[in-house]
């Protein structure tokens, strides 16, 4: 074998080498870049989780004592129904859910909720903002939130149908009335 073949032999070799050790980075790349995504996807979950749960919270609060969940009810249907202490109570429990839904719709815009989960919140905020009590709070409290929510609210708002609204006040209607209210009793 003459330098010439060997020489051959050994290009033909690094070739050989360098395209397996190519195949294998493209592999490693691959593998982490699906690792990547995964890490990314649990995070988005994650911090989903966190803001619903924090959603649920504030939810939550409005029930915890009867006072407090008897002011927001009253709150809802409008706040000419409260007294400035309660009206303070009923803005105090709207700014915090607001807040939230504020949180989730930032994080919708930067692609962390998506399909179901945007139209989850969406739909949820069109049902709020259905009742009275929350549109006169968004009237006054609307310039506490970004422009780019306050222009989805507002354009969610627009949308608003007021079925639930309508079935709120008829049950209401009805307790004031004393009928039944297709609650459990004693």
Do not use: C
Not at 128 to 134: A, D, Q
Request: proline content about 2%; aromatic content about 12%.
């Amino acid at each position: 074998m003459n330098w010439d073949a060997i020489g051959a032999l050994g290009e033909l070799v690094g070739a050989i080498a360098v395209v397996a050790t190519l195949i294998y980075l493209g592999r490693q790349m691959r593998h982490a870049s699906e690792e990547s995504a995964r890490n990314q996807s649990e995070l988005s979950r994650t911090r989903y989780d966190a803001l619903n749960r924090e959603l649920a919270r504030s939810a939550a609060a409005w029930g915890a004592t009867p006072e407090i969940t008897d002011v927001m009810f009253r709150g809802f249907a409008g706040t000419a129904n409260l007294t400035q202490q309660e009206m303070f109570r009923f803005y105090a429990g709207l700014q915090r859910f607001f807040r939230s839904m504020e949180s989730l719709f930032v994080y919708s815009t930067e692609g962390g909720v998506q399909g179901w989960g945007v139209e989850n919140w969406r739909n949820g905020m069109i049902d709020f903002m259905t009742f009275p009590g929350l549109r006169e709070y968004w009237q006054d409290r609307q310039h506490w939130y970004s422009d780019a929510f306050r222009r989805e609210v507002d354009a969610l708002t627009s949308d608003a149908s007021s079925v639930m609204a309508e079935a709120y006040d008829a049950r209401a209607k009805q307790e004031a009335d004393g009928g039944s209210t297709g609650q459990p009793t004693g």
